[in-house]
């Protein structure tokens, strides 16, 4: 990612046991997501920032779960603090937030934190969230994938509190009203991680894992992409000069 404002800036943040170096920091499938995203942009000045975290495999559930979140409260901060910095120096930039399982908690928590800014969702063009942990029943945005929504698809987040997070706790509630027809849910049924609550049995739980690893990449998210840029491109702005009264972006990693 380059010095100067973008129309759009990506945040992504990739999933479980992916490396910073998997798919420029992002791992597949949120990669796989931003390319369909950004295939459907009409801007031509996009950005793109791996948040920086620790993503456990999620073979880690079952084994030691307390493990398996310790990195999330390091993405939200690091995803708080970059988009507090660059809405200071950059005002006129958006911003779309997507991550896939531990990456996806982190970007769900991190919705819940700029709920309570000043700012709150002001040029966030969308929130997409795959195989999320965080899931709530009839949560509310836009919700595509296999799995249903009644009382027993929920995240894995739920299952041990005490040890889903540190400082930035999951939260049994609705996403917020002002961002809900921004904010997009994937989840295929009996993913251990988003539709833990389907997953009982040791085999199922096998087969969660299954479903949780080999999913979500491709094509498979094209609607939701679809979604996302199609906002975008209706609240496409004409950058700023990269100085002078709206300030120049920090440079960012790649």
């Known amino acids: 990612m380059d010095r100067g404002v973008k129309q759009v800036l990506f945040i992504g943040a990739r999933g479980s046991g992916q490396l910073i170096t998997d798919h420029n920091g992002l791992g597949t499938q949120v990669y796989d997501f ?11 000045n996009v950005g793109y920032y791996p948040v920086n975290f620790e993503a456990q495999a999620v073979a880690v559930l079952l084994t030691d779960r307390g493990m398996y ?13 970059v988009v507090n910095t660059r809405r200071a120096a950059c ?4 911003y779309v937030l997507a991550g896939y399982s531990q990456g996806a ?15 709150g969702f002001n040029n966030i063009d969308g929130v997409v969230v795959i195989a999320d942990g965080d899931r709530v029943p009839g949560q509310g ?10 009382s027993v698809d929920y995240g894995v987040s739920f299952v041990v509190p005490s040890a889903a997070g ?10 917020p009203a002002t961002v809900a027809d921004r904010f997009h849910s994937i989840c295929d049924s009996g993913d251990i991680v988003c539709d ?11 087969q ?3 479903t949780h690893v080999n999913h979500y990449k491709g094509t498979s998210t094209t609607t939701p992409a679809a979604a996302v840029a199609g906002y975008s491109n209706n609240h496409a702005y004409t950058p700023p000069p990269l100085s002078g009264s709206t300030g120049t972006c920090l440079a960012s990693r790649v």
């Open 91 to 94: 005002p006129n930039e958006h």
């Open 69 to 81: 979140f310790s990195g999330v409260d390091t993405g939200v901060t690091d995803i708080i603090n």
């Open 166 to 175: 540190n400082t930035y706790k999951p939260r049994w509630q609705n996403v």
């Open 141 to 150: 945005g836009n919700r595509y994938g296999t799995s249903p929504d009644t």
């Open 105 to 119: 908690m982190v970007v769900h928590r991190a919705v819940w934190q700029l709920a309570g800014s000043t700012q």
């Open 196 to 206: 833990f609550g389907r997953t009982a049995t040791a085999w199922s739980q096998y």
């Open 34 to 44: 931003m390319t369909n995203y950004t295939s459907r942009l009409n801007l031509q």
């Open 208 to 210: 969660g894992i299954r």
